[in-house]
Structure formats: C-alpha cells, structure tokens
C-alpha cells in the first residue's frame, strides 16, 4: 500500500510539474476537457429548464411591455450608431492621416456561458466556443458593458475565461477623461478592482470612467473597464488607494462577446472599404437605370447605355476617398454613404 | 469477501460520476465556500465499504476528472483524493466499528487535511485565498457524512454490489 501510494504521489507530483511549467499536456488537457464538458452542460441543465419554463409562462403584458421598452432601445441605440458610423470613418481616416495602425472595428462572435468555476477563490468561468470556433489562448472577452477578462484555457468546444477581479488578474488601463495610465488588479472580489502604483498627486477622481489602454498587446484599445468608485489619500501610504467597479456584470452576463483582432493593415482596409464602397455605389446605379427603363417604356436601348458609363466611372471617386482626407482632414462630406460599407469590413 | 466475483461495478462508477457532477453543480453564492466534497466523501464511503475494490488508483483516476473539470493543476486534485484515500485504507478496520459521530469526527481531520493540503498547493500556483474558509468545505463535508452513508449503504445492499 505504502509503496502505491509513494508511485501515486510521485506521478502527481510529476503531472503538476509538467503542467505547470511545460505545454506538452496542453493538448491531451483539451481532449480530456472534450471528454468531460457535458459534465457542465448537466450541472447547468436544472437552471437552463428553469429558465425555458419562465420564458414559456411569461405573460403577455410583459412580454408586450419589454417589447415596447426594446423597440425604444433599439430606436435609441440606432441613432447613436448613425452618428458612430461617420465618427468611425473619420477617425479611421484621421488614424491613417497620423500612420497608426489602431483599430476601430473589431470581429466578436457570441459565446455563452455553460459554467462558473466551482472554487470560490477563483473567477473563471467556462463559455461554449471553443477552438473549433477560432477561439485562441490569450482572446479577450466583453459583454456588453465592458472587457470581462480573457481566455486562458481552450478545449474543442468549449473555452475557459479568466475574469477581471481573479486574483491573479492585472489589466493596462487608461483614465478615459485624461489618458492617466495605471495597472487595474483584480481583488478577488466581483466588485472591485484597484489601481496599482497611482502616484497620490495624480488627477484621478471619483466616477472617473478607466477603459483599456491596449499597451499590454493583450485587450483591444478603448473598451470601458471600470468606474473609480474612491480615492483614497492616505500620508502613510507612497500611493493613493484607488477602488474600482467594473463596468461589466462579471458574475451576472450569460452571454459574452469574444473579440477577433482586425490583423489587416491600414492601407488594406481602405482598399477593402473602397471597393465595398465600389459595389454600393454600382448597385444604386443599376438601381437608378432599372427604374428609369420602367418609366421610359418606349426608348429601351437609350437608358441601358447611359448606365455603363455611369458604372464605370463610380469606382474611379471610391479608391481616392481614404486619400482625400489627406489634403482636408476633418472634412466629413465624404462620410454620409460610408456606413453602407460597415457590414462589408465585420 | 473472499471468492465473490465483483458484480454491479457500474454502480460504483456511477455514484463517482454523480460526486463529479454534484462538484460542479452551480450554488447560491453564499453556499459556494462551503460546498462539499463531494468526490472525497463518496469515495470515502467506497473505500470503507470495499476496500478491495476501490483504492488508491482509482482515487488518482478520479482526481485527475476533478482536475480537468475545475481547471486546476493535472495532479492536484488526485495527489489529494488519494492521500484521502489512504488515510481512510489505513483506518478501515477501526473506522468501521465506530458509531456515525466519531466517524464524522475523524473524516473531519482527514478532510480538514484534505484541504491544507489544497490550500498549499494553490499556494504554489499563486492563488491563495485570503481567509480561513477553506476549511469550511470539511466540517460542511464531515457533517453530511451520516446521510450520505446511509443512502450509499441502501444503494449498496439493494443492489447487492460487490
């Protein structure tokens, strides 16, 4: 017995050692994960029937009233984005203008969540894209109010997310109001997150708004963090203490956004937003000369001609368009059809 | 014991897979730092119950799914479920002339082992848990001992599992 027992605690030994400091078990970590993921999905069984069952009985005034207050949503939300649209454009042209390659536009896919880990010391919650679905180590993760964290462990169909507030979580921030850099730590706590190393005289205040800076070549640029909830000046200590809450709902979002990192350079995706600009233009063209040969039903070969030269020359604006704004930056003349042009980049 | 085949194993598989699923199910969160072990303790009830059957190994088998469904280290969780396991081996035969009290009592050193063990090991790895809690888990454990052996000792004779 003595003896199996000094085998076992030896292999143990062994396997943490490996896994811990070498990637060799990764792959047969994953497998394993294949293998025991629907242990996740039936755990989780009871709560999703719960969930169908309240949705089955909901009853229809509130079904009608949450419809009314979505449409008043969507109805706001889309104003906003058409004014997003044309400040997206401007300032890809203003960064192109500048020769940064900083992303605007990002690919997210929707994963949602199957499990929260069982240790309570720990934030990590499993999500159900896996690598079958591109997910890679290291991606972050949002919901729709702010980054979550990232992804630390992938499986086939399925995909581990390490939170922001785990204790071994550390995030790059950026006081939206100022650009004041810091380091955002997780405390273990979901509601709380605090500044590292913030210099006790720095212009940092309560409400202060921290998205990510994007300078650990890990989270995209710009997506809301947390809100500094107090600042606490204290003689004793070399930095100020700065709490934060984090914006997203880390232990209430079911569904989570996982973000792809536009890799094309800038000069491709003006070529790519002409061209899709191209296209637009073409089909409302041939829109136009439909609708004219409807209404001048007798001269037919009249109208039909004058469109090709039309097609033909609407490309030869689109290509100049990310060039334009050279000569006149802020000039947003150019911007009303762009945001045709969104669908065709995502 | 002795020149029994063994009959109705799948009964002990399933109960281990049972404890892995109720390891995982979701809690309230103020249920969560006490939440059972629950591989520990049915397998605890199985060593005692048949030693010859289950031991060490698949102890280690066992920890190593609890492993790769929480995440933590390959080697963690089964490096401690079979030193539980031979805790219990080694105090079987006295263990099982106990009354149901002073069994909980002793699987409460051997859980509340169970746990220091966990938390030097998470230690290790760079998370360690600010407060005392993590002894929680084996008193919640040892308290529920009684209920789980009863239910696993009428699954046992009902099925006549050997």
């Known amino acids: ?37 629907p242990f996740y999905w039936l755990a989780d069984f ?47 042209r203003l960064r192109e203008l500048l020769n940064s390659s900083s992303l605007v536009d990002e690919k997210v896919l929707v994963g949602e969540l199957i499990g929260v880990d069982p240790n309570p010391f720990t934030h990590r919650i499993l999500i159900d894209k896996g690598g079958k679905d591109g997910v890679f180590l290291g991606q972050p993760v949002l919901d729709a109010r702010g980054l979550m964290g990232q992804v630390v462990e992938v499986m086939p169909y399925t ?4 939170l922001l507030t785990d204790i071994t979580h550390s995030i790059p921030v950026q006081v939206n109001r100022n650009g004041l850099r810091a380091i955002a730590s997780g405390t ?38 947390a809100v500094v909830k107090e600042v606490v000046h204290d003689s004793g200590q070399p930095f100020a203490i ?3 809450v984090p914006t997203a709902a880390l232990n209430r979002s079911r569904y989570v956004l996982l973000v792809f ?17 191209e296209k637009v233009d073409r089909q409302a063209e041939q829109k136009a ?44 003349a150019a911007t009303p059809a762009k945001p045709a042009t969104q669908g065709e980049r995502r | 014991m002795i020149g029994l085949r063994p009959r109705n194993g799948w009964v002990i598989w399933f109960s281990l897979g049972l404890a892995l699923l109720l390891s995982v199910a979701p809690l309230p ?53 079979t030193l539980v396991t031979f805790l219990v081996l080694n105090l079987h035969q006295r263990l099982r002339m106990f009354p149901m009290w002073q069994q909980s009592l002793v699987l409460l050193v051997v859980f509340g082992l169970a746990q220091l063990v966990q938390l030097w090991l998470n230690a290790l790895t760079g998370n360690r848990p600010p407060t005392l809690a993590f002894v929680l888990p084996a008193l919640v454990s040892a308290l529920l001992w009684p209920w789980v052996s009863v239910a696993l000792r009428g699954v046992h004779q009902r099925l006549n599992v050997n």
């Open chain 1, 1 to 37: 017995m003595g003896v199996r027992l000094l085998v076992l605690v030896v292999l143990s030994a062994t396997l943490m050692v490996v896994d811990a400091r070498f990637e060799s078990l990764k792959p047969m970590r994953s497998q394993l994960g294949l293998v025991l993921t």
């Open chain 1, 46 to 92: 009871p709560v999703r029937m719960w969930d169908g069952a309240t949705a089955q009985f909901t009853s229809r005034s509130e079904l009608l009233g949450e419809n009314e207050k979505l449409k008043a949503e969507a109805l706001l939300m889309q104003r906003r984005l058409q004014k997003l649209a044309a400040l997206t454009e401007q300032n890809v």
């Open chain 1, 159 to 162: 995909s581990r997310v390490l």
């Open chain 1, 188 to 225: 273990g706590n979901p509601e709380r997150l605090e500044l590292r190393h913030v210099a006790d005289t720095a212009d940092i205040k309560e409400g202060d708004l921290l998205v990510s800076s994007g300078l650990g070549q890990r989270f995209p640029a710009g997506y809301p963090v």
């Open chain 1, 242 to 244: 700065v709490r934060a």
């Open chain 1, 261 to 277: 990192t536009d890799t094309r350079t800038p000069e491709q995706r003006a070529t790519d937003s002409a061209e899709a600009q």
């Open chain 1, 289 to 332: 000369a439909e609708a004219l040969q409807n209404e001048g039903a007798g001269s037919a070969p009249a109208p039909v001609a004058t469109p090709a030269p039309a097609g033909a020359d609407a490309p030869s604006p689109a290509p100049t368009a990310p060039a334009k704004p050279a000569t006149t930056p802020a000039k947003p």
């Open chain 2, 29 to 81: 969160d103020f249920m969560e730092v006490g939440r059972p072990l629950w591989p520990a303790l049915i397998l605890t009830y199985w060593v005692l119950a048949l030693p010859h059957r289950v031991g060490m190994t698949t102890a280690w088998l066992l920890g190593l799914g609890v492993d790769v469904l929480y995440g933590t280290l390959l080697g963690q969780n089964a490096l401690i479920l």
